[in-house]
């Protein structure tokens, strides 16, 4: 178990062990509990964060900018891609290698799977991996393991239905991985054309993590858990077969009174109309609770890697 | 007289009563003072301030966020459109319930007349509307009356002419509101087209308030104090009526200087060409120093809100 | 020589002398240095920067604001035009008039030559420019002077060749001008549509300050050191003759050992071709360290500017 983070990137779900996860949530409580007491602290009172998102993302990048902040580091930014030197030609290990004389950490997010691996080989300090297009967004799967044990009080041996595009859904697959080593059981809920792909079905068996799958949201309820994502109209070729299956993966109060009025509620946030707003108000619907703990993880992250 | 104003939010200047608005004043004062003095205050400083601008605005922006960090609060910002997750689909409503996990107070833009209220009833953290569309923009009103306050020496029973679009400019009708419990004197300076509308002269006839309408420039500058506006092209319906009436309300050093060389030229800014540069000089142009009080009064309502 | 920098505007190379830039660059160590052993400093505790940035530079704004936070400063920025007042058609003196009274300093870039001069004649606080269009980009030329003298140990009778687009490089010129009080030898290097203008050529001339012009690279590295600039395809009335000419001006790995395996390498960045990978690893490739300089360079002024 290697828990000495000084220094080290954030890249992959896959990378971490089962006691690099228990030490980041440890730290998290840490840093919620610091945030309750004294608001602010000085761990980071001499280090400087760039946080360069050549795709816009204003949620995971305010998080992590207020995390910077609540440390007492100081941050520059890159919030557009339009103002990038990328937008000149230049390589995303070109950028990260100038921003190094810069800062203390990178918090990269930018569309090419794979992106914030290779600036990690080119750069001297720690980069944080905030979405790599398609490939993965770690700190959103960490923040989701955080919520679960705060909901739940545990991570071991969840029952948890995982819903919507699980196809395409990088949050998802990252999740996915990020409980494998506690033994989870999933349902994989989803349309046929949308759900979880066979390369990640296969890694589970190989694991020995049970899984089933169905595209009937209430059956889905049956579990501790129900992590919802959005199904986007552009994965499907026409309008009417969008408007149909969106239709069935749509949780509402009634639906979830009915079938498993204790279940707990996620969602990574934006949502549109998968949880209509009835849902706001039950004691399980923690999506809000989600997102603020995605502060304190990610306030864990950066004294990690940059401290130790 | 409510004069507790932790915790509240600043959307409208009607729920400002006149001791409110004295409070802010005298809390704006200080501010400066400070400001002078010792150029930077450790009064927030386990504070973070989100600005959220769903719409640019620099001025706004940079006066709010130049406000936090003299306060030695720490900054978070969304400074376009494009970037924010309300793009992708989010309520506004979503959006703040997220960043009150982030923050100690939200400071708000966005297009949406209400919309700065809607947001308010849904976060638990204060929020201070920096301009709700055809709304209002109560920060700049405030600064207005500071203004006002800080060239003439006082407030009361000021004779005022309000000049340019007065149909659809939302800093003028904050301001007329603004000033309902001054009893001040208006006289309303408009084309026919762009005068106040009734609505706000029903409310000033309703309150005893004393206005005239004029759509002539010489005989409105009878008054202590012209607050000028820009006319917009965009509300005329071809270029030719826009061009005779847009001749018509630009002031000049010489028609202040043949009608009224003492009085106090204000602008919330920015101006196209309807303060000629020539006015500049003159000892009654406040518009820049209107400009810079922003800060104070945004000192003021950023200590007041968050801390009492 | 004048070394009483607080309150001075640094708007171009040539209104700073030789004792000037000895002071610059001496207070840059001495910013390295403090980086170097403390991380972060409170010189400028007390104080607030803008960063004002009405065209895009992520490098340059961002190795500003790293500068000026390393120093204790906070920052207000406009990253975008977009988001400007000046995008509503204020004019830039308007502009800067207003942010004077929010910030102890502005850092500017503009996409007007002459402009960063006119907004320091407006305007009562330090103004620094960051590039003026055409015009200069004096903070660039300063640290590739501290970056010679770092990696050369001395400034002057260098020998530079100064490779690329030398025509519209307003990069270059500063840089050209910037080392004139240091008896310099230059090679101009470039496709005789792209020469170095002849009104800085007679301005070396009449200095008595040597140079030579040539097409060919292989002979311009006879040099202690190359400045390699970028070709870009705009400059060109064709593709063809524009892929002709870039391929003469590609700096390998292979083409510096033949020729003079010790020689120096800079570049402004960012770079697109016109230096291959394979040059990184050779000793002399300091363009990364020349980057990385420029945070110190720009701690330097404005410390300068902004406390003397």
Redesign the interface.
Known sequence: MNNSFRGRDIISMRALSRGDILKILDTARAMEKLVKI???SKIL????V?TL?LE????T???F??AA??LGA???T???P????V????TLT??V????????CIVMRQPVKGGAACAADACKIPIINAGDGAGEHPTQALLDLYTLHAELGHLDNVKITIAGDLKYGRTVHSLAYALFPFNPTFIFCAPDELQMPDEICGDLSAKGIKYTKTANLSDALATDVIYMTRIQRERFPDQSSYDRLKGSFVLSRAIIEKHNPDILVLHP????DEILPDVDQLAGAAY?RQ??N??FVRMALLKLVIKG
Do not use: C, N, Q, W
């Open positions: 004294r608001s602010m009172s001499d280090k400087v760039a998102f816009p993302s204003t949620r990048r305010l998080s900018e207020a902040l609540r100081r941050v520059i890159v919030s557009e339009a103002s990038s030197s937008a000149k030609g230049e070109d950028t290698r100038v921003i190094e004389g810069y800062a203390d946030l934006p949502r549109v809000f997102a603020h995605g502060m």
